[in-house]
């Protein structure tokens, strides 16, 4: 048993944002069947391949445990079977530019009539607005959304994060909105639309840096390095390398091999409450009572010399001696580790969020499984279907079409009407 054993979910999603969305709720056990475009489907399958023929690590790792079906859309026939999976499926969810399931005939008022219990989740790029009709990126909604503005160096340009804060961070905002519309639906029996904007996604995100903003307005940020440097702030919240987001500094720091190993660092925090633990590593006890140092408040405007002589510590120790010395005392460190340390990572592995995945086209490849671990809803991940793989069962086993219906419509019918216009 799974928590969504269940429910039907029409993914009419694509790229990145949405199909991290249906992956997971496919992980907590939902159908998820994933409408494709014959003979191309989603365009991730062909982007960044590195193995020639075979579906790319970019789909391959964003659509696990999904059934795929092939459907010109756009067709009467597609039509209809579209029709057929409204009404039998409990959610849709898509991620199409503004305006494109309207002018498929999909609007929320028609899907409504065909089927009144179904939730409509989408992903755009802006809420309702002047920008609501632009095609949006990862990196334009974090551009967008608050993050670039803040992050990377006050001496340089605005910087976009490794972490897909728009697209898998709004996948996953789409994914709470979904759960909580279908509990809501136990109780009031109707659908409603989900929306959930990259911009307000990434802005959610980055509520810390709206919270200084404001505070900004009341005087200097004295945690930001800038204050201890002299630097007057501007009108915006500035961005603060790599400055703790909150209330206990931190910095990244060097640590032994730093010279030739890129991810040779550490970050490392002040917390207030083991000063006196720190100052003791770091051989500087005389830092727990000396004024000018002993408060937390006193300390601001010197954290560039503290971290210095800090980093002069962690340079004698590797990240990983670092944490060995550092965790026991509470003092709270982390190391720097490379995708490479990651993958390899046992513990990772351990707990399923590193799997290793078969697949017919490309054999095993390393995925991501679910970060989010429920006592009584396990996630067993499978591979990403090749395309089209369950038109078939869908038709028949889903929607309820006979053998001969659906062999029809595979061959000569909606599913390969576009292959045939292409062959033509
Ligand atoms: N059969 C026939 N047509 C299909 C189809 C099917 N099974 N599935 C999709 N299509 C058509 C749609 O009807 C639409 O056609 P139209 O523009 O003629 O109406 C088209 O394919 C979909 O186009 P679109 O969504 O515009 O794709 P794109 O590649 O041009 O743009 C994005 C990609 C991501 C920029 C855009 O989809 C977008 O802005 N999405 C919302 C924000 C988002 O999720 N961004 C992050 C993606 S990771």
Redo the contacts with the bound molecule.
Sequence with gaps: MKALDGIKILDFTH????PTCTQLLAWFGADVIK???PGEGD?TRKQLIDVPGADSLYFTMLNHNKRSIT????NKR?KEILERLVKTCDVLVE???PG?LD??GFSWERIQELNPRMIMAS???FGPGKYEDC????NVAQCAGGSASTTGFRDGPPLVTGAQIG?SGTGLHLALGIVTALYQRERSGRGQRVLAP?QDGVLNLCRVKLRDQQRLEKGPLKEYSQFGEGIPFGEATPRAGNDSGGGQPGRILKCKGWETDPNAYTYFITQAAVWEKVCDVIGEPEWKTKPGYAKPVERLDKLNEIFARIEQWTMTKTKFEVMDICNPLDIPVGPILSLKEIAADEGLRATGTIVEVDHPERGPYLSVGCPIKMSDSPVEVKRSPLLGEHTDEILTEVLGYSKEEAAELRTVGATEIVKRQAAE
Aim: hydrophobic share 40%.
């Design positions: 790229v990145q944002s949405g409408v494709e475009r365009a459907i010109d859309t756009k597609g991620n199409f530019a494109a002018r498929m992903v755009k790029g095609k949006v990126y990862e697209d990259m």
